[in-house]
């Protein structure tokens, strides 16, 4: 469910970018003082489980986001049908459409499934008082987002089975609770390593540049680097929050660093 989305400015890669023109005009935002990416979220359907991957922004970022009601409509999917969201971590971006109309549940009869390090982290009030005054708000929004779904929170840690098929794998950096998850059905896998990759032009080729929205970056880093070798390595089908769309395709190596190939659309 790809849409366009805008980090500002101030979240800019960590590099100093030296380029010819000819490259420093293709990658230039298109408008504004922001770049595009995508927010993507996933379903998956095995027999009669429905299980959603992140709910996207919601109305947190924008008209052009927070349209997974109507893709899953379209998927002819109803969100009280809905049995399990997995948050793969609670920036808003991926938590926020958690909460419908009224504050209540957008997926009322889901059971929530996060990381017990990200959940700890972000309801840590330690943490938040030592926090940049421009974070802070993320504290609050993690913490909310949760609230609708008080006593149908599942907490999990390390490598386990969330739903058959879906499988959690840690992926700390980006957040200390991150997630990616490997979704196998017999001999079909992917890995979908949610916020490994926010640029996709620039940190297959650069993986060693971390963004700003990392809480820690050294460790995303190395995350990124162990997960680009692993899935290039295996062939491996992969998918991500903010890969353009369709938001699913593979990694090949070239060289020192990677790159991205996407799935044809209509291949899918």
């Not at 963004?211 to 491996?236: C, H, N, P, W, Y």
């Not at 903010?242 to 044809?264: D, K, S």
């Amino acid at each position: 469910m790809p849409a366009p989305c805008c980090f500002p400015r101030s979240a800019s890669l960590r590099a100093t970018l030296r380029l010819s023109p000819r490259l420093r005009l293709r990658l230039r935002p298109p408008t504004g003082s922001c770049s595009a990416t995508s927010v993507n979220a996933y379903l998956v359907t095995k027999g009669d489980r429905r299980v959603l991957i992140d709910t996207g922004t919601a109305s947190a970022m924008g008209p052009i986001l927070g349209h997974i009601p109507e893709a899953l409509a379209a998927a002819g999917i109803r969100p009280e049908e809905i049995d399990t969201v997995i948050i793969t971590h609670l920036h808003p971006d991926h938590a926020n459409g958690l909460v419908g109309i009224g504050g209540k549940a957008a997926f009322p009869a889901a059971e929530v499934v996060v990381a017990a390090p990200e959940f700890a982290f972000w309801h840590d009030d330690g943490i938040r008082s030592k926090a940049p005054d421009q974070m802070k708000p993320y504290f609050e929004i993690a913490r909310k987002s949760l609230v609708p779904y008080h006593g149908k929170v599942r907490k999990i840690e390390g490598e386990v089975e969330i739903a058959p098929g879906i499988r959690a794998l840690p992926a700390p950096g980006h957040t200390p609770g991150h997630l990616a998850l490997r979704i196998g059905s017999g001999d079909a896998n992917l890995l979908l390593f949610t916020d490994v990759i926010h640029a996709s032009a620039l940190q297959f080729a650069h993986p060693e540049w971390a963004i700003a929205f990392d809480v820690d970056q050294e460790a995303a880093i190395a995350t990124r680097k162990k997960v680009l070798d692993m899935v290039s390595a295996d062939g491996l089908l992969v998918a991500g929050m903010h890969l353009p769309f369709p938001g699913i395709g593979h990694v090949i190596r070239e060289g020192n660093a990677y790159a991205y190939v996407p799935t044809p659309w209509p291949a899918l």
